[in-house]
């Protein structure tokens, strides 16, 4: 078979004058002239200029080059996402849902993976990359010594589901000052690269044809053939004039449909920007970090499957924990643990439909797969599926050559009993402040707590998934009293049978056995599992599920241990938290990867609630947040870990990062006596 690497390429003109090409395998994508130059200035994330860097990976017969993954803001439609560079490029897409297979993949593989970039780069340019205030409208500002002009780019929501425009990314280049060239150059790579595709070019754009799915670049702008697969382009724009690039996944194989005018995608923009301003207005936190918190809500919004009320842990796969490692993982999916920190997250702060929705999609589609007498599943797909077979992407590079790139999630398959307390507190959460739990559903319920009656004293993969062993890890225990305790609470508090004394004997033992083996009197803290000598920053849970008080001198001996550095044992850095020791490999996995932004935010909230026996304790949480915020990407986004350059690691934007800091901001915000 011929390698996914190599690619042949026939160009004909057909008799009605198109353009015509077949692309066979992946196109080896050359390097964008922006991209040579290294690192480019720009200001900083605070409105001053900063650097826009790129990375190569060099070998054999190839360069390529890398945006930093904070480089990236996110534009969506709440059905799937696309990653935009401070450069103009698009650098993952996948169309039409969060997990179908990518059309742009740059960001996986600078070569073969596909772009979409429009940019105004040249010597001396600069970068400023912003939100359309209170949207997830992106605006990519390039600031040249010939004029200053503004991308535009969002896709339409708030329209009838119906509607063809749900399946449309606009893209629109503006001049603000002078007169500015214009590079254009869209190269898909669909299938992450592995199918091959005709690309046809018409007076109204371009068409690109693989298989089943026919995808349309619809402009004014003459497109020229790149002769790999590909379409590009030049021009030069004025001032006060634009131009409107629409990708759009509707159209037959007949023609390219009509670009919009000016006007009707000025409406389109507009009734988008109406859209997420109406709706961040509903928001009920008026604190001390409102923007921080309604940017994280609007992520949140964006990571959300409108259909399904289903919310992704992150739109990406394989973006590395450790740059040339192995630590590689798709995200792409809905994790059952995600169930309480989400609708916490958005009860706390008004948005009591997305936190019903999201139950709903618990109730209507993750439920279906339960198996009464099994172990309950851990993640699932978009539409409450949990068969994702994990295979790795052989024929790509990987982020800065961090192989393997995987797709699918072989976490599916495994053991982990912590879910089973973030899901019943779900649905307590939702019987106090959505709407009350059926009957029906109680039904479910009572089983599995039955269940865990049976089954909490078994070993499992924990919350970090480790894939090389299974243990008696603390905060399984401590999710399995959770979910006991919220069972006990909501049988109480609407009356519904139950087998109490059981649930309650259970719960008891299973706080008692977490007190004497979970606790390692040598470390005079809670450890990660029985009999072991290393924290774990997830245990900093325990009193924000009021498992106990905060204010416990065993809590606070824990909390003190782990904020010191990890040289002394601890696991804070400058603020940031490790998960667990960096150094100790207990999950088997080659590499040292970052800290971990979601328990660096528990620790914010820790910390806040032990202030009531410690005062001074309020205080070092609100420098220990304002420190944690400025590792924020220059839009306030966040990856699942920080670097030790402040460099983001990993899938990108991570959905519990983003929750994790809702819930922080709130509880210190009313902790320091704001009226929220």
């Not at 997830?136 to 010594?145: A, C, G």
């Not at 999609?361 to 993750?366: K, L, R």
């Not at 325990?542 to 003190?560: C, E, G, H, K, Q």
Request: aromatic share 12%; hydrophobic share 40%; glycine share 8%.
């Amino acid at each position: 078979m011929q390698d996914s690497s190599r690619w042949a390429m026939s160009l004909w003109t057909s008799g009605s004058g198109r353009s015509r090409a077949i692309l066979l395998g992946a196109s080896r994508l050359p390097i964008p002239s922006a991209l040579q130059n290294l690192s480019v200035l720009r200001k900083n994330t605070d409105n001053a200029w900063d650097r826009v860097n790129s990375f190569r990976t060099e070998g054999k017969d190839r360069t390529m080059s890398y945006q930093p993954i904070e480089n990236y803001g996110i534009i969506g439609n709440m059905r799937t996402v696309a990653l935009v560079g401070m450069n103009g490029s698009i650098d993952w897409y996948c169309c039409p849902h969060f997990d179908s297979p990518s059309i742009f993949g740059a960001i996986l593989d600078d070569k073969k993976g596909g772009r979409f970039q429009v940019s105004a780069d040249a010597d001396g340019a600069r970068h400023k990359q912003f939100y359309w205030p209170s949207t997830n409208v992106l605006v990519t500002r390039f600031l040249l010594k010939d004029g200053i002009v503004e991308l535009e780019d969002f896709m339409p929501v708030g329209l009838p589901s119906d509607l063809p425009e749900y399946h449309h990314l606009y893209r629109r280049i503006r001049c603000a000052r002078g007169a500015v060239r214009i590079s254009v150059a869209c190269r898909p790579a669909f299938d992450y690269g592995r199918q091959i595709h005709e690309t046809l070019i018409e007076a109204n754009g371009a068409i690109f044809k693989a298989g089943s799915l026919n995808l349309a670049l619809s402009t004014t702008v003459p497109l020229r053939d790149d002769g790999q697969g590909g379409v590009s382009a030049e021009f030069v724009l004025a001032e006060g004039k634009s131009q409107v690039f629409v990708l759009r996944d509707d159209c037959d194989e007949a023609r390219v449909p009509r670009p919009p005018s000016e006007k009707e995608a000025e409406v389109l923009l507009q009734h988008t920007v109406k859209f997420w301003q109406d709706w961040v207005s509903t928001c009920t936190y008026h604190g001390r970090w409102r923007d921080q918190v309604q940017r994280s809500a609007l992520a949140l919004k964006l990571l959300t499957f409108e259909p399904t009320g289903a919310i992704i842990a992150a739109p990406t796969t394989s973006l590395p924990e450790v740059i040339g490692g192995a630590r590689n993982w798709d995200y792409r999916y809905t994790w059952m643990r995600d169930a309480a920190f989400t609708v916490y997250a958005f009860l706390r702060i008004g948005f009591t439909d997305e936190a019903a929705a999201f139950m709903r999609w618990i109730e209507d589609y993750a439920s279906t797969h339960v198996r009464p007498k099994a172990p309950g599943a851990v993640v699932f797909t978009i539409a409450g599926d949990n068969q994702l077979p994990e295979r790795t992407l052989d024929h790509w590079e990987g982020y800065r050559g961090s192989r393997p790139v995987r797709i699918g999630n072989a976490a599916v398959s495994q053991f982990q009993e912590d879910i089973y307390g973030e899901l019943m507190d779900s649905f307590y959460l939702s019987n106090k402040y959505v709407s009350p739990t059926s009957y029906d559903v109680w039904l479910k319920i009572r089983k599995r707590l039955d269940w865990i009656c049976e089954n909490w004293q078994l070993p499992d993969a924990g919350i970090w998934e480790m894939r090389n062993r299974k243990e008696h890890f603390v905060y399984s225990k401590v999710m399995n009293w959770v979910a006991l305790d919220r069972g006990l609470r909501l049988a109480d508090k609407r009356a519904l049978p139950a087998d109490r004394t059981k649930w309650m004997r259970e719960r008891d033992r299973i706080y008692e056995e977490v007190m004497t083996q979970g606790w390692n009197e040598k470390r005079h803290a809670f450890t990660q599992y029985y009999g072991s000598e290393d924290l774990d920053a997830s245990l900093l849970i325990m009193p924000l599920v009021f498992f106990m008080a905060p204010t416990d001198p065993r809590m606070l001996s824990t909390i003190d241990a782990i904020l010191k550095n990890p040289r002394d044992g601890g696991l804070v850095s400058d603020s940031l938290v490790y998960r667990y020791p960096p150094q100790s490999r207990i999950d088997g996995l080659p590499g040292e990867e970052g800290t971990f932004n979601m328990c660096s935010f528990w620790l914010v909230e820790a910390l806040t609630r032990a202030s009531l026996a410690v005062p001074e304790k309020l205080d070092q949480a609100r420098l220990l947040f304002e420190r944690v915020l400025g590792y924020a990407n220059h839009l306030g986004l966040y990856s699942e870990q920080t670097g030790p350059q402040g460099e983001a690691l990993g899938n990108f934007p991570q959905a519990f990062t983003h929750l994790a800091l809702i819930s922080a901001a709130f509880n210190l915000d009313r902790m320091l006596g704001s009226q929220i």
